[in-house]
T-cell receptor
Framework: QKEVEQNSGPLSVPEGAIASLNCTYSDRGSQSFFWYRQYSGKSPELIMSIYSNGDKEDGRFTAQLNKASQYVSLLIRDSQPSDSATYLCAIPPGAGGTSYGKLTFGQGTILTVHP | GAVVSQHPSRVICKSGTSVKIECRSLDFQATTMFWYRQFPKQSLMLMATSNEGSKATYEQGVEKDKFLINHASLTLSTLTVTSAHPEDSSFYIC??????????FGSGTQLSVL
């Protein structure tokens, strides 16, 4: 089993819809979780971080974490064509990972928002 | 926010030559920088962790003699791809961590080896 796993997609949603991206992880000791957005040919940019079970909202983005089930998801409300990108789930290894900086990335989910 | 500068953004070189990529933290000190590699349509894979003033820590399967890392100051880390081959063609990305543990990525370097 991969350490961090995402559906590679592509996921296609119409403009204005909710895009739902999922990520599962294998290390039960993981404490922090990150979602990055990466446009083609560009480096990733951090859009959300979550550390506690439940939901965390930031504008049109909501991250959901369920440590018992070992999954973290990202919801994008009112999707826009500019949201079309690859979304990467990233998790530091181990229980003490937040301060170390190493990140294990999922393979990414390609999202396309069509007008 | 903090800025990590990486250059060159794109480099094309002949097989057998060496290429140096620089990663600079512009407005903060980065005791630790990370180097990632990303092949087309694949995710980022950590290559090595670069610590200022000490030897880099390489991930399993990454040849330390081929990918030379130097972190000579708190704001600069360099990755040198030695004797580059076409299979080294990839997108190389650095990231740096500030005192608040926030991680910032450089803009990436697209390496093409002919």
């Amino acid at each position: 089993q991969k350490e961090v796993e995402q559906n590679s997609g592509p996921l296609s949603v119409p403009e204005g819809a909710i895009a739902s991206l999922n990520c599962t992880y294998s290390d039960r000791g993981s404490q922090s979780f990150f979602w990055y957005r990466q446009y083609s040919g560009k480096s990733p940019e951090l859009i959300m971080s979550i550390y506690s079970n439940g939901d965390k909202e930031d504008g049109r983005f909501t991250a959901q974490l369920n440590k018992a089930s070992q999954y973290v998801s990202l919801l994008i409300r009112d999707s826009q064509p500019s949201d079309s990108a690859t979304y990467l789930c990233a998790i530091p290894p181990g229980a003490g990972g937040t301060s170390y900086g190493k990140l294990t990335f999922g393979q990414g989910t390609i999202l396309t928002v069509h007008p | 926010g903090a800025v990590v500068s990486q250059h060159p953004s794109r480099v094309i070189c002949k097989s057998g030559t060496s290429v140096k990529i620089e990663c600079r933290s512009l407005d903060f000190q980065a005791t630790t920088m990370f180097w990632y590699r990303q092949f087309p349509k694949q995710s980022l894979m950590l290559m090595a962790t670069s610590n200022e003033g000490s030897k880099a820590t390489y991930e399993q399967g990454v040849e330390k003699d081929k990918f030379l890392i130097n972190h000579a100051s708190l704001t600069l880390s360099t990755l040198t791809v030695t004797s580059a081959h076409p299979e080294d063609s990839s997108f190389y990305i650095c990231s740096a961590r500030d005192l608040k543990q926030t991680k910032f990525f450089g803009s990436g370097t697209q390496l093409s080896v002919l």
